[in-house]
């Protein structure tokens, strides 16, 4: 039994990983704003090391929590609704930002996340393209 011990040990580490899931639009509550979740365009969620979701209702909502209350380090997942692709999950730190008054976003920063700046940039001209940095920098309180 004790020769197993460290392949099970593994196993159990593998199948606890912990990973992002879908929001339960129109049912859960930003955890920074606790506004309802509704607009799948610009949702966020932020994952814990030991698997403790927080979702959030816009970008801005993610990156305010992440400044007031949690070390970035700490997060094993950062993730944001691609505004391009609904449903789909961007990588915050690699995503492309889009500040646009033409795309209002949940708590009026005009905030969206793409996969891509050209993307991005054939959504709104006008817009100011951001990096995650820079993003960060800009929302800040």
Not at 36 to 41: H, Y
Not at 97 to 114: N, Q, R, T, V
Request: include cysteine.
């Amino acid at each position: 039994m004790t020769k197993y011990l460290p392949f099970t040990i593994i196993l159990t580490f593998l199948a606890c990983s912990p990973e992002p899931r879908p929001i339960a639009f129109g049912v859960e509550q930003c955890h920074y704003c606790k506004m309802g979740i509704v607009d799948r365009l610009h949702a966020a969620q932020a994952v814990t090391a030991k698997g403790k979701i927080y979702s959030f209702d816009a970008i801005e909502c993610m990156v305010h929590f992440l400044q007031e209350n949690q070390n970035e380090k700490d997060m094993a997942h950062l993730v944001v609704a691609d505004y391009g692709t609904q449903g789909k999950w961007l990588v915050a730190p690699e995503a492309q930002y889009l500040i646009c008054k033409e795309i209002p976003s949940p708590m009026g920063a005009y905030l969206s996340a793409f996969n891509n700046e050209n993307t991005a940039l054939q959504t709104c001209k006008d817009g100011q393209l951001l990096n995650w940095q820079e993003m960060k920098n800009k929302i800040q309180k």
